[in-house]
């Protein structure tokens, strides 16, 4: 789909039938979407009655240029530089399919690690998101003092993160709640940073239950 920075790939899992049903537009942690747990995710949004597209933001280079970098500083500073291109494909991406008379103007954001660094920034003051779902990952340093609304939010975490610990999730969760946000933090015992994208595993597949259910509760139209 085309962006601000040029055309990103977008994989689409739609549900069949007719009728119009939210879409869920999900932004991958710094190893893109390798994981066949993207699919595991996308089949419980399916099954709760929403559209999933997952936007490649990163691009080949990207990914790349990630995995070579020389520590945290360096990676950080990769960052810091195409943050602004990444943030703005989402933002995009989400104006597009609100337009769609398919999704009856409901989009929810869910990012992961760095693709939550992405949502968060993405979905702030933006009134194309409705929803918005972080795991294991909160704004880009130097963005949330900047923040005056959110959607709706639900945090994903594992207790066992040592990359983004579990006291930045209680933060988002009061910050969301001071700017007068719903939100809801879901811990998952002794879970590291990367139990959302262990395929398979059963706090895997509790966690996109999770976010399944919320976002359906939030976006699902009832008669």
Do not use: C
Request: proline content about 6%; charged content about 20%; glycine content about 14%.
């Amino acid at each position: 789909m085309p962006t601000p920075s040029g055309p990103v790939a977008m994989e689409a899992y739609e549900r069949q039938g007719q009728g119009p049903r939210p879409a869920i537009v999900v932004l991958s942690g710094s190893k893109g979407f390798g994981s066949p747990a993207y699919g595991e995710m996308a089949q419980a949004f399916n099954a709760a009655g929403l559209d999933v597209f997952l936007l490649h933001v990163l691009s080949r280079e990207d990914v790349r240029v990630i995995a070579g970098a020389g520590g945290a500083a360096a990676r950080k500073r990769y960052y810091a530089q195409r943050l602004p291109d990444w943030i703005g494909s989402a933002r995009a991406a989400a104006a597009f399919l609100k337009a769609r008379p398919r999704h009856a103007g409901k989009v929810g954001l869910l990012g992961i690690s760095l693709g939550a660094n992405v949502a968060a920034a993405g979905a702030a003051d933006n009134g194309d998101i409705a929803a918005l779902v972080l795991v294991d990952g909160g704004f880009p340093e130097g963005h949330s003092g900047q923040v005056r609304a959110l959607p709706p939010l639900q945090l994903i975490w594992g207790s066992g993160d040592r990359v983004f610990p579990l006291s930045l999730g209680h933060d988002l969760e009061r910050m969301a709640r001071g700017l007068g946000a719903t939100a809801g933090l879901d811990v998952y015992e002794g879970a590291g940073h990367d139990f959302f994208l262990r395929p398979g595993t059963s706090q895997a597949r509790a966690a996109h239950r999770s976010a399944a259910d919320f976002l359906q509760r939030q976006l699902v139209q009832r008669p």
